[in-house]
T-cell receptor, first 107, second 118 residues
Framework: SQQGEEDPQALSIQEGENATMNCSYK?????LQWYRQNSGRGLVHLIL?????REKHSGRLRVTLDTSKKSSSLLITASRAADTASYFC???????FGAGTRLTVKP | GAVVSQHPSRVICKSGTSVKIECRSL??????MFWYRQFPKKSLMLMAT?????????EQGVEKDKFLINHASLTLSTLTVTSAHPEDSSFYIC??????????????FGDGTRLSIL
């Protein structure tokens, strides 16, 4: 069964807007990670957040983690057309992915 | 940074052919590698966990005899699709984790292999 489940499944925004994606997982975790996949390519690691962290930043990325709700969110600020991709989350202990969020950023 | 090389990137072959896909960790050792399959516009489906020096652990519904996995060294795992048929056409992706990190660091992915069976 899939561990990470992303929401929404698809998101379309204009360049410059912020994009927020959510992720829910089923089991207890130690770390949660977010990945990005461009069409026809492998996954690229974006950010890892540990279970004792509530928020983490990396450039235009902001990730939050709520272990009580078993959920995480990824915020991309000031989006660019190059951010167009699919985004996935997964607990590090169990590398099963959900359907992902397909983000389209229109120029 | 950690690099995973997957080869070949694309394969087109006739039905009945067996196809081998290699996954190498270039600058780290990986006791565990993962093999995924992805259909167009769908998520990655975990097929199996490849363990160095031992048998792979397959996910439910994945045929062990169809998808042979060998993890003979700390830097190489191979997936062989035996007697491939058109329904095996898909995008296959591997990932690896640095053995020296105690499982606390992220997976690193290869660029995938697009397999097309005619």
């Amino acid at each position: 069964s899939q561990q990470g489940e992303e929401d929404p499944q698809a998101l379309s925004i204009q360049e410059g807007e912020n994009a927020t994606m959510n992720c829910s997982y089923k089991t207890s975790i130690n770390n949660l990670q977010w990945y990005r996949q461009n069409s026809g390519r492998g996954l690229v690691h974006l950010i890892l957040i540990r279970s004792n962290e509530r928020e983490k930043h990396s450039g235009r990325l902001r990730v939050t983690l709520d272990t009580s709700k078993k959920s995480s969110s990824l915020l991309i600020t000031a989006s660019r057309a190059a951010d167009t991709a699919s985004y996935f989350c997964a607990p590090i202990i169990d590398m099963r992915f959900g359907a992902g969020t397909r983000l389209t950023v229109k120029p | 940074g950690a690099v995973v090389s997957q080869h070949p990137s694309r394969v087109i072959c006739k039905s009945g052919t067996s196809v081998k896909i290699e996954c190498r960790s270039l600058d780290f050792q990986a006791t565990t590698m993962f093999w995924y399959r992805q259909f167009p516009k769908k998520s990655l489906m975990l097929m199996a966990t490849s363990n160095e020096g031992s048998k792979a652990t397959y996910e439910q519904g994945v045929e062990k005899d169809k998808f042979l996995i060998n993890h003979a060294s700390l830097t190489l795992s191979t997936l062989t699709v035996t007697s491939a048929h058109p329904e095996d056409s898909s995008f296959y992706i591997c990932s690896a984790r640095d053995a020296g990190t105690g499982g606390s660091q992220p997976q690193h992915f290869g660029d995938g292999t697009r397999l097309s069976i005619l």
